[in-house]
């Protein structure tokens, strides 16, 4: 139990502690159930990383010299997923260059090509990081419009498997609304 001044754990703390590297999902979706299974992206090493962080200008008057209640302003905000992927699938690689399918003289190989401009489907609908507590309970990190702003990196060495290190990025939709980003973040209810 908790007690001042030596420790803050409750009967509460299992419930509020992620534990494990999670999962990686591609176009996550909620009809009746999560689609976890069909929507796995690949296995993981390393670990994945999650940062939102709103931006702030803070408003310059004579005489406030220090950070002020009331004189800061959010005017923005990014979220990234940087993920470091085991697997180096096709969809994956194609993600990471914006690149489009290719015509292959050789039948038993596909080709990624380059392209010259980003398009729609270059973007994910979403990507989702579904992570578990030591209680047993899913908490869901989906963000939407995702777009793979880190290109593709590879590095092999000897008797080590190659893990790529790819980040995502959350875009607006210019048909919705343009001042904050369409993140969503599902906590297990308490109790339940």
Request: charged share 25%; glycine share 8%.
């Given at each position: 139990?908790?007690?001042y001044g030596k420790t803050g754990v409750t009967k509460d703390t299992p419930?509020?502690?992620m534990f494990g590297a999670g999962t990686?999902?591609?176009?996550?979706?909620?009809?009746?159930?999560?689609?976890?299974?069909?929507?796995?992206?690949?296995?993981?090493?390393?670990?994945?990383?999650?940062k939102i962080v709103p931006e702030f200008v803070d408003i310059e008057a004579d005489g406030v010299l220090?950070?002020?209640k009331g004189l800061k302003v959010k005017v923005?905000?990014?979220?990234?997923?940087?993920?470091?992927?085991?697997?180096?699938?096709?969809?994956?690689?194609?993600?990471?260059?914006?690149?489009?399918?290719?015509?292959?003289?050789?039948?038993?190989m596909d080709l990624?090509?380059?392209k010259p401009d980003l398009e729609d489907g270059d973007y994910l609908e979403n990507i989702a990081f579904v992570g578990r507590t030591l209680a047993g309970k899913d908490i869901i990190v989906i963000m939407d419009?995702?777009?793979?702003?880190?290109?593709f990196e590879s590095e092999g060495e000897?008797?080590?498997e190659g893990v790529g290190t790819y980040t995502f990025t959350c875009h607006a939709d210019l048909q919705g609304d343009c001042d904050t980003l369409p993140y969503h973040i599902y906590f297990p209810k308490p109790n339940l």
């Open positions: 139990m908790a007690k419930k509020n502690i990686i999902h591609k176009n996550l979706k909620y009809s009746e159930s999560w689609n976890f299974e069909e929507s796995i992206i690949g296995a993981t090493s390393g670990g994945s990383k999650i220090v950070a002020t923005g905000e990014t979220a990234k997923m940087e993920i470091n992927f085991l697997e180096t699938s096709k969809e994956l690689v194609k993600s990471a260059l914006i690149g489009k399918e290719g015509a292959s003289s050789d039948t038993k990624i090509e380059s419009n995702a777009l793979c702003t880190s290109g000897n008797k080590k």
